[in-house]
């Protein structure tokens, strides 16, 4: 959680965050943070990111391979949830994202982004459900914040 701090995540969304709890074993090549409110547990930021290491590859092909995969299943999600119910609300978009890291996709409302050996996954939970399926401004308002938020902590890495 030391990625992005509360306040940081609170000035993105708007949202009061005042828990930041981490999930990190030390062992993995993943990290990941879950931003909420002591009062709505439910509404709140997923912060996840994942990296391939040296120690993950032994030439420059396999190295490329193990980048571009960080990101495929991702891809191929997009792909495969394109059809399913709720995935074309009005306003959101699912597919490639210009601007985020060398490479990013959205679906229903999970961000993932690569930057160099860093994968990042960011996914804002809207906090009024139902005005998220009634008001297109509000899937378009959170993909932007999910993309925000991966510039910000793809930045730091």
């Known amino acids: 959680c030391s990625l992005l701090t509360k306040a940081e995540i609170a000035g993105i969304t708007g949202q009061t965050i005042t828990v930041a709890e981490p999930n990190d074993d030390g062992h993995s090549s993943e990290s990941g943070c879950r931003y909420t409110t002591e009062a709505n547990p439910g509404v709140g930021v997923s912060l996840d990111v994942s990296w391939v290491s040296a120690s993950d590859y032994s030439d420059p092909a396999e190295h490329a391979a193990l980048q571009k995969a960080s990101i495929g299943g991702a891809t191929l999600g997009g792909k495969l949830t394109a059809g399913m119910p ?55 308002a959170l993909q932007e914040q999910e993309k925000t938020i991966a510039r910000k902590s793809l930045a730091k890495l």
């Open 86 to 140: 709720g995935a074309s609300l009005p306003g959101l978009h699912a597919g490639p994202v210009d601007g985020v890291g060398d490479e990013a996709t959205q679906s229903m409302l999970l961000l993932t982004a690569r930057k160099g050996d860093y994968t990042g996954m960011v996914q804002v939970a809207p906090s009024d459900p139902m005005k998220f399926v009634t008001d297109s401004t509000v899937a378009i």
